[in-house]
């Protein structure tokens, strides 16, 4: 072999070797600046603080800023379409009963497809949907509430942070159990919704437990009933739902890490391990558990299970409740 032929031959081959490791220095340099976090709700519900305890321990797993957007509209999917469009490599979206499992059965057409355009990262969390009613309704519990109902059928509202939202379905999914008549009044986030509960403009709704725990603490809120398969530590006094009459009755939101589908592989790998890692920490775990909240965690695979087999458990809810958007 010549030298000029062996020189040849070694510069092809320190340039191939060169551009290989490119995509393993780009991994390990990921992410090379701040994160952005949305969160497709108005500020005030559980979905704020599941993203903000989230971001918080990925900021520092990750050593670049993980910063929460509140992008609220369109029950989810003015976000959700912003996103489905980000190829920054830096864009994630927090997921959502109501956005991955309810509206692809309740839009007519979305400008997304909610399966094809993001890729799941991981479940964070739970949170069970707690039934709660304004002081000045006499009722103590949920058996007294249902018979208040039924005594002034259509008289009585809920309120929702809008339609297709997990309050929305909590309350519909009692309402088909006990067979009752209530008037849905929805709101753009649970923010807003929780001023009028408050102020006694609202006589009930279905709120996850992040989001209201303090009020019903400071005798704001009275909880007839949680959607928890057991009694909350946290509210040791309250009985589920099931336990008053309805046996099987489960309703739980959840909130998962979701990313564009345009995100590599590779990043959505590292961000699994370092979101689950984030929502099981002591910090994470005890800012949750003073709210009810539970932490979860889990793969990527796992997660799209999940995500598959509530969107088949809702979509039979929404035909049969015939639940539509604004």
């Not at 320190?14 to 990921?30: D, E, H, K």
Request: hydrophobic share 45%.
């Amino acid at each position: 072999m010549s030298e000029n032929r062996r020189l040849l031959l070694q510069s092809g081959l320190a340039g191939a070797a060169s551009l290989l490791g490119v995509p393993a220095m780009a991994q390990a340099n990921w992410p090379s600046r701040s994160i952005r976090l949305v969160v497709p709700f108005a500020p005030g519900g559980s979905s704020e603080i599941v993203a903000r305890a989230t971001a918080h321990e990925l900021t520092k797993a990750l050593g670049q800023t993980v910063y929460v957007e509140n992008k609220p509209g369109g029950g989810g999917n003015i976000a959700m379409g912003e996103v489905a469009r980000a190829d920054d490599q830096h864009t994630l979206i927090l997921g959502h009963i109501g956005t991955l499992a309810v509206n692809p059965y309740i839009y007519d057409k979305l400008p997304f497809d909610t399966n094809r355009d993001f890729k799941p990262v991981t479940l964070l969390a739970k949170v069970p949907s707690l039934y709660v009613v304004h002081p000045d309704v006499p009722a103590r519990n949920l058996k007294e509430f249902i018979a208040l109902v039924r005594s002034k059928p259509g008289q009585l509202n809920y309120g929702s942070a809008g339609n297709g939202s997990a309050g929305h379905l909590a309350m519909e999914y009692l309402k088909m159990a006990a067979n009752l008549f209530l008037v849905h009044v929805p709101y753009r986030g649970t923010g807003p919704q929780l001023t009028d509960l408050l102020a006694g403009r609202l006589e009930a709704a279905s709120v996850g437990a992040p989001a209201i725990m303090q009020f019903i603490k400071a005798g704001k809120l009275r909880c007839i009933a949680t959607g928890s398969k057991e009694r909350l530590p946290q509210l040791p006094d309250v009985p589920t739902v099931a336990e008053q009459g309805f046996p099987g009755f489960e309703m739980t939101q959840w909130y998962g890490l979701t990313a564009p589908a345009s995100m590599t592989q590779a990043h959505i790998d590292k961000l699994a391990i370092e979101a689950a890692k984030a929502i099981r920490s002591a910090s994470a775990r005890e800012r949750l558990s003073t709210d009810a909240a539970e932490a979860v965690g889990n793969t990527p695979a796992q997660f799209a299970q999940f995500v598959a087999q509530e969107q088949q458990r809702w979509k039979a809810v929404i035909a049969r409740a015939k639940i539509k958007p604004d």
